[in-house]
């Protein structure tokens, strides 16, 4: 058997005496796509937050293609492949699109430490950056400040740093969170036409966004992993239905 | 519009202009490039990477005592007396920085703070180096370049120091405008996102540090040359704090900030200092304070927001 692209082995995280995070197994393979699913406060953020390095587990170990990375700090891992997205938009607000995608491209190349300003070097990134808009149709904003923009704008650059890193495992918290329901469609869409090869662990309340989009789906219910598999067996799953798809979808 | 490329013109035609314009008042002239470059350096900290802090008379300070000493005690060559100073403020800047850049905000300026007072007491302590409390005396540059020996009209100092300005805003720009620069904003902007896109954010902050540091410590060893003597408030907490002033008066994170803040500064202090010897402090304060309401980001935040008005009105 090939090895996982991302394994974690027993990870937890505790907040003082709560731990948010228990023991949870869970391997990625190249190009899979697969669902994070669970109630509010089922520790799926912080799930995310550990393995892109934004928090050092206080227990367990994550390999990626089977080297330990879990001391590694978020930067480098960034470097080795893992993208995310932020449930809450991150941006670089007063900057324009344009500019946030640059400061992406720009570090996934490893020229963001040059001291001289370079013609050819920043026709590089632009030509990189105008490739993105293309893809992501944000043609029509780039040159506009980010927080001036309509949220599912935002939301769509946000999409667009990550994958201006050209990650091997891409980490989506809720992409389509806020905004209105016109504009779902538009992330979604987004979202189905990433790279076949890349690996898509993605956080979603939607659950026809769910099935419609994952080929595995994880259930992490009070910090531990509850039932994973296919949408089929998830959605047969009689725990799960009591627990989660009894509830109202959206929190 | 009119381009960067033409405004960055326009600044060095002004430097070169200077002496013609007001052939009187080239000491002046000489002090406002001075604290041009000081406040030009402390802009990349400020405005660029969003860190606030009031230590930078520190840098200021060693590269003038630097600069001081090896005239003094080496080789009054002023060219090699600025590498001195700049290195040497570099050097302060390397260590400064990488203990400073653990915190932010208010504890990044009450350790900055501290950094002043601690440099100020060693070069006060030090008094058989740097004479303490009377000041560095004793220094007698040579020429610039061997060829041009400082004169009482003032006009080889000022030639000096507005070449050594230009350069320096020419250093400057290149920082500002290539990648390094931008990411540096991008770490003023959003810190948190930086490190998620892969941005080694203490390294960054560390080498803009370490550059800033050097190019205060140039403004340094100029003071101490034209000056032929540095006095122990260079490394002064209020110093630090006309720095800041007088880049916030400009405009901070704003490519010319400085370089219009820090003339303005100069030149009101004197005038007002002129005009009425006994409250000029309190007619500088109120002009300052009018200056902060009027134009909140800075003179040149005001400027480009009335040229953009401008050109809305014609379009």
Known sequence: MPEPLLELGGVSRRFGSLEVVRHVDLSLERGERRALVGPNGAGKTTLINLISGRLPPSGGRIWMRGRDVTAMREARRVKAGIGRTFQVTSLFRRLAIEENLALAVAEHLGVAGRLRPDRALRSRIDARVAEITAMLHLDDYVTRPVEVLPYGIQRMVELGIALALEPSILLLDEPAAGVPRADVGLIFEAVDRLPKELAVLLIEHDIDVVFRFARRVTVLVAGEIYAEGTPHEISDHPGVRALYLGEAPRG | ?315
């Open chain 2, 1 to 315: 519009m009119i381009s960067t490329r033409a405004l960055d013109g326009l600044v060095l035609a002004a430097l070169a202009a200077f002496p013609m314009v007001a052939p009187g008042y080239l000491d002046l002239g000489t002090r406002m490039a001075i604290l041009a470059l000081c406040a030009l350096s402390l802009d990349l900290l400020v405005g660029y990477c969003g860190l606030v802090t009031l230590g930078h008379a520190a840098f200021f300070g060693v590269g003038a005592y630097a600069a001081g000493i090896f005239a003094v005690r080496a080789w009054a060559e002023p060219l090699a007396g600025l590498v001195v100073g700049g290195l040497a403020a570099a050097l302060l800047g390397l260590v400064a920085g990488s203990v400073l850049l653990r915190s932010r905000r208010l504890t990044l300026i009450m350790l900055s703070l501290a950094t002043v007072l601690v440099v100020q007491e060693a070069a006060n302590r030090a008094a058989w180096l740097t004479g303490g409390a009377d000041g560095l005396q004793g220094i007698v540059m040579g020429p610039v370049a061997g060829a041009f020996p400082f004169d009482l009209s003032g006009r080889v100092s000022y030639t000096y120091a507005a070449l050594v300005l230009a350069v320096s805003f020419l250093v400057f720009c290149a920082v500002i405008d290539s990648t390094f620069g931008r990411s540096l904003v991008g770490i003023r902007e959003n810190e948190g996102r930086m490190h998620a896109i892969g941005a080694p954010v203490d390294v960054r902050l560390r080498a803009a540090f370490v550059i800033s540091a050097a190019l205060a410590g140039v403004a340094g060893a100029l003071q101490a040359q034209v000056a032929e003597f540095v006095a122990l408030n260079a490394v002064g907490v209020e110093f630090s704090g006309e720095i800041l002033i007088m880049l916030i008066l400009g405009g901070a994170g704003r490519r010319y900030g400085a370089l219009v803040g820090a003339p303005l500064y100069v030149f009101m202090q004197d005038y007002l200092a002129r005009e009425d010897p006994t409250y000029w402090h309190l007619w500088l304060g109120l002009m300052l304070l009018a200056i902060v309401f009027l134009a909140p980001g800075g003179l040149t935040a005001w400027t480009s927001g009335l040229a953009r008005r401008m050109r809305r009105a014609h379009a």
